[in-house]
C-alpha cells in the first residue's frame, strides 16, 4: 500500500495523514538536498512517515516541519550508519579469499544480522560494544578483551554483562 492511499485510509491517524498531505513535497525536498539523490529521498520521505505510524506517542503538530526534520533526522542518520556499515562488510569481503566468500544469500543474511547486531548495541559506548564484538564475533577470551582494550578482566565483565542485558531487553521488547 503507497502511503497516498495512507492518507485516506481510516485506521491511520489523522495526524500523520493531515502531515503527509501538506509537508510530504517539501520533507522529500529537504532530503534531496541532504542526499543529493531524488531516489534515495523519496526513500527515506517514505522511511519518516512509515516511522510516524508506527510511533505510539501522538504526532506534534505544533511545528510540523521543525517535527519533521527531527525525525528524518534520526531516519537520515540510521541510513548513513547503515550505509556505513555495509562498505565495512565490503572491504571485509574484498580481504578474504574468493573461495570463502559467501554467495549472494547468504551476503544479505550476513549483513542483515549485522544491522540487527548493530541496532541492539545502538546507545552503548564504543568499548562495551567492542568487547561484546569481540567475544561475540572473534571468541576472544576476557583476559584477550581486556588487554585489547587496555582493561583489567572485571571491567571486560562488567562490559558484557551490560551488552548482554541490552540486546536481551532490546530483543525481549521488539
Not at 49 to 71: D, S, W
Not at 146 to 167: D, E, F, P, W
Amino acid at each position: 500500500m503507497s502511503l497516498v492511499s495512507l492518507s485516506f485510509d481510516p485506521d491511520v491517524p489523522q495526524q500523520v495523514a493531515r502531515l503527509y498531505d501538506h509537508h510530504h513535497g517539501w520533507l522529500q525536498g529537504w532530503l534531496r538536498k541532504k542526499l543529493g539523490c531524488s531516489h534515495r529521498a523519496a526513500d527515506l520521505a517514505h522511511d519518516t512517515f512509515l516511522r510516524l505510524l508506527a510511533r505510539e506517542e501522538p504526532v506534534a503538530l505544533a511545528q510540523p516541519r521543525a517535527f519533521l526534520t527531527t525525525v528524518a533526522q534520526r531516519v537520515l542518520a540510521n541510513h548513513w550508519r547503515r550505509e556505513q556499515i555495509e562498505r565495512a562488510y565490503r572491504d571485509a569481503l574484498a580481504l578474504a579469499p574468493e573461495a570463502l566468500a559467501p554467495g549472494p544469500e547468504e551476503r544479505a543474511m550476513l549483513l542483515e544480522t549485522l544491522f540487527e547486531l548493530d541496532r541492539l548495541l545502538d546507545g552503548l559506548p564504543q568499548p562495551v560494544k567492542r568487547a561484546f564484538l569481540f567475544a561475540q564475533l572473534d571468541g576472544l577470551s576476557h583476559a584477550e578483551i581486556a588487554l585489547a582494550l587496555g582493561v583489567s578482566v572485571t571491567t571486560v565483565k562488567r562490559y558484557l554483562v551490560r551488552a548482554g542485558t541490552q540486546c536481551y531487553f532490546a530483543i525481549a521488547g521488539h
